[in-house]
């Protein structure tokens, strides 16, 4: 059974950081894009960052662009979320998911098929 459980989140201050963690379960990360999505209150989800299976490609919005980087360490079949200068707008609940698609690239509009449950992080003095 795949499992993807995400961790890390949490309330922070704004211009603090945080590090998310996608580790999963029944199912090698390696050999998957993995992306990262957000999703406000009354708000669509919203796609931020994902990284490739082969070369470790990233893909950011604009709206994290040089705030927050992805990684991923397959040893621990894990991936990461690094996010700095966090800003109000930043609150969410955060959640990783997996896509067969791509190899070299990744994309936002990949079909992801597993999901985690998601963390909470909420940014505010």
């Known amino acids: 059974q795949v499992q993807l459980v995400e961790s890390g989140g949490g309330l922070v201050q704004p211009g603090g950081s945080l590090r998310l963690s996608c580790a999963a379960s029944?199912?090698?990360?390696?050999?998957?894009?993995v992306g990262w999505f957000r999703q406000a209150p009354g708000q669509e989800r919203e796609g931020l960052s994902c990284?490739?299976?082969?070369?470790?490609?990233?893909y950011y919005a604009d709206s994290v662009k040089g705030r927050f980087t992805v990684s991923r360490d397959n040893a621990k079949n894990t991936v990461y979320l690094q996010m700095n200068d966090l800003k109000p707008e930043d609150t969410a609940d955060y959640y990783c998911a997996t896509s067969r698609d791509g190899s070299y690239q990744c994309s936002m509009n990949y079909e992801y098929n597993h999901w985690g449950q998601g963390t909470q992080v909420t940014v505010s003095s």
């Open positions: 990284i490739s299976p082969v070369e470790h490609n990233k």
């Open positions: 029944g199912i090698t990360l390696e050999y998957y894009a």
